[in-house]
């Protein structure tokens, strides 16, 4: 097919070059307002007890989690004085007017200790939007600055999850523009040098950005059916750039290899076409299928990357192999270069390692182990307002709450008690569903466990087991008569562990039918099927690249092999993650602040981004060394060949790709430095010292038994294109 495929490129260069330019035209208009159409998300995860808990909230109280907090500061230093309640209830009564908002709870209504801080200098305002995430965030854009002032009575700060939420989406939003302005004119820049042809290195970036746009406009029409995280538009910048040079560097480098061969030229286009365009398809069927392994996981979230990789693959491998090759079939004399030497740093590395491959490979294996070991520290956390650089606004005032407030009022946790049955709402015999004993000795057993500043119940107000105070809240009890309790926790538990708070509080002794949500409920749920659905993600990834590498090698050694140095590497990766962003090692360097735990989304997200590049590279090395070992029938000949013909480009693949992935570095929010630095540096350690000298290594010990399959599975080997005979040859006047 892909034969097939070259020789109407060549045939018909001009027409697909049109053709091509049309779509892209056609690509970049549509995707241009991608952006718009593609949505932001929130911390739940349907189904979970928490998200009932919201829906009864929502359905039957009228209320739900407080996701906007406003920080009001008294001018004359004291929150109590009358000028100061007078002026504070009229913005209170202000705020309730605005759009999307549903219930508000003020310190100088409810008089609640926990919103009111420590000083008697500043107070809370906890505001709820209703409405999607998307919607809620466009609405603050414009209140925020709006609700953002300073008069004779007071202060006003905007903070809260949604506000954090928002601000972060911004500060991705111009790290985009500032990676898309940094990566093109950096790769270009490094394609010339690669290249030494600028034609070569303008075609390569036409690769790249047909990818990014066809995605772009992809996602956008993706979007127009189910919800699309707008993060995935990061993604397919870096990735659609990345794999958009891989892919051209090795098609491009094959056609230079068979026109120094002495091919004419449509036969090197039309054999580059089928032979390295075998290695792009199954290279990019391995990152597609490990990025729909991110479609176990019931978030759109993470959904969204899995759309973007399938989308970028499908676009980057179009590119290579049908836009490429009738470019190549019209301007391939200016790409032309010399043939390689015979010889080079990679080929003498791979050579002396497998002259001693228990030295060389014991010495890098204790490397990479060493690199990796940070990785058994590893702690998951929720996120909050320090995913943002320093100076923001939201986070700066969360600091402030953090600061001078006992507890977290914007994160309690919600507790609805079961609906009452008919007898208790009519026989009078029985006490009212709000102020059974049991409902407050239920509050007071809340109250008393650790990380609880308080719980608010329609009978009172309670603290460390005891009633402290009367009603304060509206809204705790339903029409039909259901309770909810509102657990306040303190400000050392929400930077602690979460989860364990929320499951003590599930574990406590309660009445039947009891649901635990809010934010701290919709995190921990969050997590926890994140965690549960990671096993089958992971085997997804692992037994769907051990079959491609089977399909693509007819071995059952070699995809166990790359399997496992693949893991070697996202274990690097993964003690990077820990000894830099969990414990804060180059944290000034590189900008931001440790919160002593990682948040686990993104961990599974890199692990399928980065494995399925790693495997990217492993699929281009094995190829041409099955490639060699089918030619001589010599394995130790073969892997120095095919590291010689593969090693520079790969090097130069992964360094281009590397740095494109490190354009987030200099962002400003924390998770795009985590996938960018990290993803990077799996990348050039894969391409380095895993392909190089592990590799290698691991060959030369299992000698023939590396192209062993049981008989009845040979025949299922998906097999190159056999070399054209003189009746198949293209000649010059076809072009």
């Not at 926990?114 to 305002?125: D, S």
């Amino acid at each position: 097919m892909l034969t097939r495929l070259g020789r109407l490129a060549v045939r018909r260069s001009g027409a697909v070059l049109i053709g091509v330019l049309l779509v892209l035209l056609g690509l970049a208009a549509y995707g241009a307002g991608a952006q718009q159409d593609l949505d932001l998300a929130r911390w739940s995860s349907p189904g979970t007890e928490s998200v009932r808990a919201g829906d009864v909230l929502r359905e039957e109280f009228g209320t739900g989690n407080p996701n906007l907090a406003l920080l009001v500061t008294a001018r004359d230093g004291d929150v109590d004085s009358a000028r100061t309640r007078e002026a504070a209830r009229a913005f209170a009564r202000e705020v309730e007017r605005l759009p999307l908002v549903t219930d508000i709870t003020s310190y100088w209504d409810a008089d609640s200790r926990a919103l009111r801080g420590t000083n008697g200098r500043r107070a809370l305002v906890l505001v709820r939007l209703e409405g999607s995430a998307t919607e809620a965030r466009e609405q603050l854009a414009t209140l925020s600055p709006r609700l953002t002032r300073t008069t004779d009575e007071l202060t006003v700060q905007v903070g809260g999850q949604e506000e954090i939420s928002r601000q972060v989406g911004e500060q991705a939003r111009t790290d985009f523009l500032r990676a898309e302005l940094f990566a093109l004119p950096a790769v270009l820049l490094l394609l010339v040098l690669v290249y030494r042809r600028a034609t070569a290195a303008l075609l390569t970036v036409a690769v790249g950005l047909l990818s990014v746009l066809g995605t772009l406009a992809g996602l956008r029409a993706i979007a127009q059916f189910t919800e699309v995280s707008t993060f995935a538009a990061n993604l397919a910048l870096v990735l659609g750039l990345g794999l958009g040079v891989d892919y051209s560097l090795f098609v491009i480098s094959r056609y230079r290899e068979e026109r120094a061969a002495g091919r004419p030229g449509p036969d090197a286009v039309v054999r580059a076409t089928a032979i390295a365009g075998r290695t792009v398809v199954f290279s990019g069927v391995t990152v597609a299928v490990s990025l729909c392994a991110l479609l176990v996981f019931p978030f759109f979230f993470l959904s969204s990357f899995a759309y973007a990789g399938v989308l970028v693959v499908v676009t980057a491998v179009a590119g290579a192999v049908v836009f490429l090759p009738a470019a190549l079939a019209r301007w391939g004399h200016r790409v032309e270069r010399p043939a390689a030497r015979t010889s080079g740093f990679w080929h003498r590395t791979a050579l002396a390692a497998m002259r001693r491959p228990l030295l060389a490979g014991a010495g890098v294996l204790t490397v990479l182990l060493l690199a990796a070991s940070p990785l058994l520290g590893l702690r998951f956390g929720l996120p909050d307002e320090r995913a943002l650089p320093e100076g923001t606004s939201s986070r700066t005032t969360s600091e402030i709450v953090h600061e001078e407030f006992p507890a977290e009022p914007t994160d309690t946790i919600q507790v609805v008690l079961a609906k009452p049955s008919p007898k208790q709402l009519t026989d009078a015999s029985t006490e009212a569903p709000t102020t059974t004993a049991a409902t407050r000795a239920y509050a007071a057993q809340l109250s008393s466990i650790p990380g609880v500043f308080q719980v608010d119940a329609p009978s009172g107000t309670y603290r460390d087991g005891q009633q402290t105070g009367a009603p304060g809240q509206d809204r705790l009890t339903a029409p039909d008569g259901r309770v909810r309790l509102a657990l306040v926790p303190t400000q050392e538990a929400m930077r602690g562990d979460v989860p364990a708070l929320v499951e003590r509080v599930r574990d406590t002794a309660a009445p039947d039918g009891v649901l635990v949500g809010g934010y701290p409920g919709e995190t921990t749920d969050f997590r926890a099927t994140l965690l549960d659905r990671l096993p089958l993600a992971a085997g997804f990834v692992l037994g769907a690249t051990y079959l491609i590498l089977f399909l693509m090698t007819g071995s059952v050694l070699l995809p166990l092999k790359a399997t496992v140095l693949n893991l070697l590497s996202l274990a690097v990766m993964f003690g990077c993650l820990v000894w830099v962003f969990q414990d804060g090692n180059l944290s000034g360097v590189l900008g931001f602040t440790p919160t002593g735990s990682i948040e686990p989304s993104i961990p599974v997200l890199m692990f399928c981004v980065a494995y399925g590049l790693s495997m990217d590279y492993e699929v281009f090395l094995l190829s041409r060394i099955k490639e060699e070992h089918d030619r001589t029938g010599d394995t130790e000949r073969a892997v120095a060949e095919g590291i010689r013909r593969s090693a520079p480009l790969i090097t130069a693949a992964a360094g281009i790709l590397a740095l494109s992935f490190l354009s987030y570095a200099t962002g400003g929010v924390v998770f795009l430095k985590e996938l960018g630095i990290g993803t990077a540096l799996t990348i050039l350690v894969d391409a380095t010292l895993i392909r190089v000298v592990l590799l290698p290594v691991t060959m030369r010990l299992a000698g023939r038994a590396n192209w062993w399959a049981p008989k009845r599975l040979r025949r299922f080997r998906i097999r190159e294109a056999a070399e054209p005979g003189p009746e198949q040859v293209l000649r010059r006047e076809y072009v």
